[in-house]
């Protein structure tokens, strides 16, 4: 939320002060104005630069925060096929068990005297 100042370096240079006879020494006012004018001059800087690194960030923490729903995501995506891919492996392992039982017993007949081969 910007600031909003009373005064710029602008106002301040260009202000005017009635006289009077027992007053400042003009020369002194000018010299501290002129010094105001600086800071002023310097805050207004600062805050457009601090403006305008504000905006960037916020740039950045956005791309971020796209990149980072992208990237979660895409782990769901990962994780749903990671678990397919341990149904499959399951699958997998229990087939081969299955076919070592069924070696197991084919020898297991054949050394019994029967070909596993002419079983209806």
Avoid: C, W
């Amino acid at each position: 939320m910007p600031v909003k100042l009373l005064l710029d370096s602008n106002k301040i240079y260009h202000k005017e002060f009635e006289g009077t006879k027992p007053g400042y020494d003009a020369l002194q006012v000018d010299s501290f104005l002129d010094i105001v004018i600086q800071d002023y001059d310097k805050m207004e800087s600062f805050i457009a630069e601090t403006d305008k690194k504000i905006q960037q960030l916020e740039a950045k923490v956005k791309m971020l925060n796209e990149q980072l729903s992208k990237a979660e995501a895409l782990n769901v995506n990962l994780n749903a096929r990671l678990g397919d891919i341990k149904d499959n492996q399951d699958t997998s392992l229990n087939n081969l068990e299955l076919l070592k039982r069924i070696s197991k017993l084919e020898k297991a007949l054949s050394k019994a005297g029967i070909n596993p081969n002419t079983i209806e």
